[in-house]
Protein backbone atom coordinates (compact mmCIF):
# COMPACT_ATOMS: atom_id res chain seq x y z
CA UNK A 1 0.00 0.00 0.00
CA UNK A 2 2.54 2.41 0.67
CA UNK A 3 4.56 1.32 -2.06
CA UNK A 4 1.46 2.08 -4.26
CA UNK A 5 1.01 5.36 -2.96
CA UNK A 6 4.72 6.74 -3.57
CA UNK A 7 4.20 5.23 -7.12
CA UNK A 8 0.77 7.73 -6.90
CA UNK A 9 2.67 10.59 -6.08
CA UNK A 10 5.74 10.43 -8.14
CA UNK A 11 3.78 9.24 -11.34
CA UNK A 12 -0.01 10.78 -11.08
CA UNK A 13 0.81 13.61 -13.72
CA UNK A 14 1.40 11.11 -16.34
CA UNK A 15 -1.76 9.52 -15.67
CA UNK A 16 -4.39 9.97 -18.63
CA UNK A 17 -7.38 12.04 -17.31
CA UNK A 18 -11.06 10.50 -18.62
CA UNK A 19 -9.39 7.44 -19.73
CA UNK A 20 -13.12 6.21 -20.47
CA UNK A 21 -13.54 8.02 -23.03
CA UNK A 22 -10.97 7.41 -25.43
CA UNK A 23 -12.16 4.13 -24.51
CA UNK A 24 -15.41 4.30 -25.99
CA UNK A 25 -14.11 5.64 -28.32
CA UNK A 26 -12.33 2.75 -29.77
CA UNK A 27 -15.17 0.32 -28.81
CA UNK A 28 -17.29 2.87 -31.22
CA UNK A 29 -15.11 2.15 -33.75
CA UNK A 30 -15.23 -1.32 -33.34
CA UNK A 31 -18.63 -1.50 -33.18
CA UNK A 32 -18.87 0.25 -36.58
CA UNK A 33 -16.38 -2.37 -38.17
CA UNK A 34 -18.31 -5.18 -36.85
CA UNK A 35 -21.68 -4.16 -38.01
CA UNK A 36 -19.62 -3.82 -41.72
CA UNK A 37 -17.89 -6.85 -41.74
CA UNK A 38 -16.39 -8.42 -38.50
CA UNK A 39 -13.42 -10.63 -40.29
CA UNK A 40 -12.05 -6.94 -40.37
CA UNK A 41 -11.39 -7.10 -36.79
CA UNK A 42 -9.81 -10.93 -37.14
CA UNK A 43 -8.06 -10.59 -40.31
CA UNK A 44 -6.44 -6.78 -38.96
CA UNK A 45 -6.87 -6.06 -35.65
CA UNK A 46 -7.36 -8.49 -33.22
CA UNK A 47 -4.32 -9.72 -30.44
CA UNK A 48 -2.20 -11.81 -32.42
CA UNK A 49 1.36 -12.28 -31.53
CA UNK A 50 2.68 -14.05 -34.63
CA UNK A 51 1.31 -10.69 -36.59
CA UNK A 52 2.56 -8.50 -33.83
CA UNK A 53 6.25 -9.84 -33.92
CA UNK A 54 6.06 -9.84 -37.86
CA UNK A 55 5.43 -5.67 -38.00
CA UNK A 56 2.13 -5.48 -37.18
CA UNK A 57 2.34 -3.77 -33.84
CA UNK A 58 -0.61 -1.48 -34.35
CA UNK A 59 -2.63 -4.65 -33.01
CA UNK A 60 -1.53 -3.85 -29.36
CA UNK A 61 -3.83 -1.14 -29.45
CA UNK A 62 -6.23 -1.69 -31.73
CA UNK A 63 -7.47 -5.34 -30.14
CA UNK A 64 -9.47 -2.94 -27.76
CA UNK A 65 -11.44 -2.31 -30.38
CA UNK A 66 -13.29 -5.49 -29.73
CA UNK A 67 -17.07 -3.95 -29.13
CA UNK A 68 -18.70 -5.07 -25.73
CA UNK A 69 -22.07 -6.23 -27.09
CA UNK A 70 -23.59 -7.38 -30.53
CA UNK A 71 -26.18 -9.67 -31.92
CA UNK A 72 -27.00 -11.85 -34.56
CA UNK A 73 -28.84 -8.82 -36.07
CA UNK A 74 -27.66 -5.91 -37.56
CA UNK A 75 -30.32 -3.71 -35.79
CA UNK A 76 -29.66 -5.37 -32.39
CA UNK A 77 -26.02 -5.61 -32.37
CA UNK A 78 -26.33 -1.66 -33.17
CA UNK A 79 -28.76 -0.89 -29.92
CA UNK A 80 -27.00 -3.31 -27.27
CA UNK A 81 -23.92 -2.15 -28.98
CA UNK A 82 -24.39 1.75 -28.24
CA UNK A 83 -26.16 0.52 -24.82
CA UNK A 84 -23.12 -1.32 -23.76
CA UNK A 85 -21.00 1.95 -24.58
CA UNK A 86 -23.26 4.35 -22.69
CA UNK A 87 -23.42 2.03 -19.84
CA UNK A 88 -19.52 1.13 -19.58
CA UNK A 89 -18.90 5.08 -20.18
CA UNK A 90 -20.33 5.73 -16.89
CA UNK A 91 -18.98 3.47 -15.06
CA UNK A 92 -15.89 3.66 -16.07
CA UNK A 93 -16.37 7.79 -15.23
CA UNK A 94 -17.95 6.76 -11.83
CA UNK A 95 -14.55 4.32 -10.57
CA UNK A 96 -12.08 7.39 -11.54
CA UNK A 97 -14.23 9.88 -9.21
CA UNK A 98 -13.58 7.80 -6.58
CA UNK A 99 -9.81 6.53 -7.25
CA UNK A 100 -8.72 9.09 -9.63
CA UNK A 101 -7.35 9.26 -13.02
CA UNK A 102 -4.17 7.46 -11.81
CA UNK A 103 -5.35 4.85 -10.12
CA UNK A 104 -8.29 3.96 -12.60
CA UNK A 105 -5.31 4.18 -15.63
CA UNK A 106 -3.82 1.41 -13.51
CA UNK A 107 -6.29 -0.54 -12.85
CA UNK A 108 -7.48 -0.31 -16.84
CA UNK A 109 -4.09 -0.54 -17.97
CA UNK A 110 -2.73 -3.74 -15.92
CA UNK A 111 -5.50 -5.61 -17.31
CA UNK A 112 -4.38 -4.68 -20.84
CA UNK A 113 -1.09 -5.65 -20.40
CA UNK A 114 -2.01 -8.64 -18.14
CA UNK A 115 -4.41 -9.92 -21.67
CA UNK A 116 -0.78 -8.75 -24.09
CA UNK A 117 1.41 -10.61 -21.64
CA UNK A 118 -1.06 -13.77 -21.64
CA UNK A 119 -1.03 -13.97 -25.71
CA UNK A 120 2.29 -13.88 -25.89
CA UNK A 121 3.27 -16.88 -23.26
CA UNK A 122 0.17 -18.44 -25.04
CA UNK A 123 2.49 -17.97 -28.42
CA UNK A 124 5.79 -18.97 -27.48
CA UNK A 125 5.65 -21.14 -24.51
CA UNK A 126 2.78 -23.49 -25.70
CA UNK A 127 2.73 -22.53 -29.16
CA UNK A 128 -1.30 -21.89 -29.61
CA UNK A 129 -2.70 -18.70 -30.67
CA UNK A 130 -5.01 -17.56 -27.61
CA UNK A 131 -7.73 -15.12 -28.68
CA UNK A 132 -7.88 -12.31 -26.02
CA UNK A 133 -10.75 -9.94 -26.40
CA UNK A 134 -12.07 -6.98 -23.48
CA UNK A 135 -15.25 -8.77 -22.57
CA UNK A 136 -13.79 -10.38 -19.36
CA UNK A 137 -12.00 -6.33 -18.95
CA UNK A 138 -14.90 -4.84 -19.16
CA UNK A 139 -17.10 -7.17 -16.72
CA UNK A 140 -14.20 -6.22 -14.45
CA UNK A 141 -15.25 -2.93 -14.64
CA UNK A 142 -18.74 -3.69 -13.59
CA UNK A 143 -17.77 -6.02 -10.64
CA UNK A 144 -15.34 -2.92 -9.07
CA UNK A 145 -18.63 -0.78 -9.67
CA UNK A 146 -20.44 -3.14 -7.57
CA UNK A 147 -17.75 -3.42 -4.78
CA UNK A 148 -18.74 0.51 -4.26
CA UNK A 149 -22.64 0.80 -4.74
CA UNK A 150 -23.96 -2.77 -4.31
CA UNK A 151 -27.23 -0.82 -3.85
CA UNK A 152 -27.21 1.06 -6.58
CA UNK A 153 -30.58 0.05 -9.00
CA UNK A 154 -30.25 -0.93 -12.59
CA UNK A 155 -33.15 -1.56 -14.91
CA UNK A 156 -32.99 -4.93 -16.30
CA UNK A 157 -34.72 -4.97 -19.74
CA UNK A 158 -35.39 -1.11 -18.93
CA UNK A 159 -38.27 -3.15 -16.43
CA UNK A 160 -37.16 -5.03 -13.59
CA UNK A 161 -35.29 -3.01 -11.10
CA UNK A 162 -31.68 -5.08 -10.01
CA UNK A 163 -29.36 -4.13 -7.22
CA UNK A 164 -25.97 -4.26 -8.75
CA UNK A 165 -24.51 -6.89 -5.87
CA UNK A 166 -27.53 -9.50 -7.70
CA UNK A 167 -25.89 -8.55 -10.92
CA UNK A 168 -22.85 -9.08 -9.98
CA UNK A 169 -23.45 -12.41 -8.40
CA UNK A 170 -25.06 -13.32 -11.92
CA UNK A 171 -22.41 -12.65 -13.38
CA UNK A 172 -19.93 -14.43 -11.40
CA UNK A 173 -21.68 -17.69 -11.79
CA UNK A 174 -21.75 -16.87 -15.59
CA UNK A 175 -18.18 -16.84 -15.41
CA UNK A 176 -18.07 -20.43 -13.70
CA UNK A 177 -20.32 -21.46 -16.19
CA UNK A 178 -18.11 -19.84 -19.37
CA UNK A 179 -14.94 -21.55 -17.32
CA UNK A 180 -16.41 -24.46 -17.15
CA UNK A 181 -17.85 -24.97 -20.57
CA UNK A 182 -15.93 -21.97 -22.49
CA UNK A 183 -12.67 -23.03 -24.86
CA UNK A 184 -8.70 -22.26 -23.87
CA UNK A 185 -9.05 -18.66 -25.12
CA UNK A 186 -12.30 -17.78 -22.73
CA UNK A 187 -10.31 -20.03 -20.00
CA UNK A 188 -7.52 -17.25 -19.79
CA UNK A 189 -9.28 -14.50 -20.22
CA UNK A 190 -11.39 -15.37 -17.82
CA UNK A 191 -8.22 -16.52 -15.18
CA UNK A 192 -6.37 -13.07 -16.33
CA UNK A 193 -9.41 -10.26 -15.15
CA UNK A 194 -9.89 -12.16 -12.38
CA UNK A 195 -6.47 -11.73 -11.16
CA UNK A 196 -6.17 -8.27 -11.63
CA UNK A 197 -8.84 -7.66 -9.86
CA UNK A 198 -7.52 -9.33 -6.70
CA UNK A 199 -4.37 -8.23 -7.14
CA UNK A 200 -5.27 -4.21 -7.73
CA UNK A 201 -7.34 -4.25 -4.67
CA UNK A 202 -5.16 -6.16 -2.58
CA UNK A 203 -2.06 -3.70 -3.54
CA UNK A 204 -4.27 -0.62 -3.30
CA UNK A 205 -6.88 -1.08 -0.64
CA UNK A 206 -10.15 0.52 -2.74
CA UNK A 207 -12.31 -1.54 -1.21
CA UNK A 208 -13.74 0.60 1.45
CA UNK A 209 -15.66 3.60 0.42
CA UNK A 210 -14.07 7.22 0.22
CA UNK A 211 -16.44 10.13 1.81
CA UNK A 212 -16.80 13.04 -0.73
CA UNK A 213 -13.99 15.92 1.33
CA UNK A 214 -11.30 12.25 0.81
CA UNK A 215 -12.02 12.12 -3.10
CA UNK A 216 -11.94 15.80 -3.76
CA UNK A 217 -8.82 16.57 -2.09
CA UNK A 218 -7.12 13.06 -3.84
CA UNK A 219 -8.23 14.59 -7.48
CA UNK A 220 -7.66 17.71 -6.36
CA UNK A 221 -4.50 17.74 -4.63
CA UNK A 222 -5.74 20.56 -1.60
CA UNK A 223 -4.20 19.42 1.62
CA UNK A 224 -6.49 18.03 4.62
CA UNK A 225 -7.63 20.61 7.11
CA UNK A 226 -7.79 20.19 10.66
CA UNK A 227 -11.29 21.78 12.20
CA UNK A 228 -10.89 22.98 15.47
CA UNK A 229 -12.31 20.74 18.06
CA UNK A 230 -15.89 21.54 19.87
CA UNK A 231 -15.57 22.73 23.35
CA UNK A 232 -17.82 20.37 25.00
CA UNK A 233 -21.03 21.69 26.32
CA UNK A 234 -21.31 21.77 30.27
CA UNK A 235 -23.71 19.48 31.75
CA UNK A 236 -26.76 20.80 33.09
CA UNK A 237 -28.00 19.06 35.58
CA UNK A 238 -31.83 18.34 35.79
CA UNK A 239 -33.73 20.73 38.22
CA UNK A 240 -35.12 18.86 41.64
CA UNK A 241 -38.22 18.44 41.95
CA UNK A 242 -39.72 19.58 45.87
CA UNK A 243 -42.90 18.31 47.11
CA UNK A 244 -42.49 19.62 50.97
CA UNK A 245 -40.74 22.95 52.11
CA UNK A 246 -41.21 24.27 55.33
CA UNK A 247 -42.08 27.97 55.45
CA UNK A 248 -40.02 29.28 57.72
CA UNK A 249 -36.65 27.48 57.43
CA UNK A 250 -36.85 26.22 53.82
CA UNK A 251 -36.01 23.13 54.10
CA UNK A 252 -37.20 20.28 51.77
CA UNK A 253 -37.44 16.27 51.95
CA UNK A 254 -34.20 16.28 50.31
CA UNK A 255 -32.56 17.90 53.31
CA UNK A 256 -33.47 14.95 55.47
CA UNK A 257 -34.60 11.42 55.06
CA UNK A 258 -36.26 11.63 58.96
CA UNK A 259 -37.86 15.30 58.37
CA UNK A 260 -41.53 14.89 58.22
CA UNK A 261 -43.84 18.22 56.78
CA UNK A 262 -47.59 19.05 57.58
CA UNK A 263 -49.75 22.10 56.99
CA UNK A 264 -50.73 24.45 59.27
CA UNK A 265 -54.89 24.56 59.71
CA UNK A 266 -54.40 27.93 61.34
CA UNK A 267 -52.51 30.08 58.85
CA UNK A 268 -53.84 30.86 55.21
CA UNK A 269 -53.14 30.05 51.70
CA UNK A 270 -51.87 26.44 52.85
CA UNK A 271 -48.66 27.28 54.71
CA UNK A 272 -46.18 24.47 54.88
CA UNK A 273 -43.80 23.81 57.95
CA UNK A 274 -41.30 21.02 58.74
CA UNK A 275 -41.85 19.06 62.48
CA UNK A 276 -39.14 21.76 63.98
CA UNK A 277 -41.32 25.14 63.35
CA UNK A 278 -45.10 23.16 63.08
CA UNK A 279 -46.19 24.66 66.41
CA UNK A 280 -43.18 27.19 66.92
CA UNK A 281 -44.08 29.64 63.92
CA UNK A 282 -46.39 32.72 64.19
CA UNK A 283 -49.68 32.31 62.37
CA UNK A 284 -50.43 33.71 59.08
CA UNK A 285 -53.78 35.52 58.96
CA UNK A 286 -55.06 37.66 56.44
CA UNK A 287 -54.00 40.99 57.58
CA UNK A 288 -50.75 39.92 57.44
CA UNK A 289 -51.04 38.24 54.28
CA UNK A 290 -52.04 41.57 52.75
CA UNK A 291 -49.49 43.73 54.37
Given at each position: ?11 H???I ?20 D ?9 LN??A???G????L ?6 P????S?R????F ?21 S ?9 G????I?A??I ?6 Q?W ?15 A ?5 A ?6 V ?14 A ?6 T ?8 L?V???NI ?5 V ?19 P ?7 R??P ?9 H ?8 E??G??L ?5 S ?13 Y ?5 T ?5 N
Open positions: MDFFRKLERKYRYAPNLMYYIILLYGAGLVIWLYPMIYFNYLCPEIMHQVWRVTFLAFPAFGFFTAAMGVLALFVYYNLGQTLESIWGFRFNVFFLSVMAQLAFGYVVFGFLLTTGFLNSAIFLAFLYYPDVFLLFFLPVKAKWLAVAECAYLYSFLGGISTRVEVSLIIIFFATRDYRRFSSGRLFRRNTGFQTKLPKRPMKMEAPVRTYRCAVCGRTHDADEFRYCKCIGGMEYCQDHLTHQHVLTQKQ
